[in-house]
Nanobody
Framework: QVHLVESGGGLVQAGDSLRLSCVAS????????MAWFRQAPGKEREFVSA????????HYADSVQGRFTISKDSAKNTMYLQMNNLKPEDTAIYYC?????????????????WGQGTQVTVSS
């Protein structure tokens, strides 16, 4: 089993930056995939970015490509999401997730473990 805890959310103005962190505890695998999802009020939880734990391969949703950067520190069992040039439409609860699959996916059904989320609010 895996326990995930997100942190780093907050209230910022458009154009500002935030860095989210996700610390994983419990059982982890070098070939697992970890990802960030987000959910705004009235909308489905949507894919933001993913990274393969062993190889560091990254994937991004079109909406954040060029603005967000996903990374990891394997020694600390921590994943990060650097969010630059934030926009009001980025406002959402951001969730950390882990899949036992070695293949990245934007489908939330592929992810077994989830954190409780951290709120990101971007004012205009």
């Amino acid at each position: 089993q895996v326990h995930l805890v997100e942190s780093g959310g907050g209230l910022v103005q458009a154009g500002d930056s935030l860095r989210l962190s996700c610390v994983a505890s419990g059982r982890t695998y070098s070939r697992d995939v970890m990802a960030w999802f987000r959910q705004a009020p009235g909308k489905e939880r949507e894919f933001v970015s993913a990274i393969t734990w062993s190889g560091g391969n990254t994937h991004y949703a079109d909406s954040v490509q060029g603005r967000f950067t996903i990374s990891k520190d394997s020694a600390k069992n921590t994943m990060y999401l650097q969010m630059n040039n934030l926009k009001p439409e980025d406002t959402a609860i951001y969730y950390c997730a882990q899949s036992l699959s070695s293949v990245p996916s934007s489908d939330r059904a592929r992810y077994r473990y989830w954190g409780q989320g951290t709120q990101v609010t971007v004012s205009s």
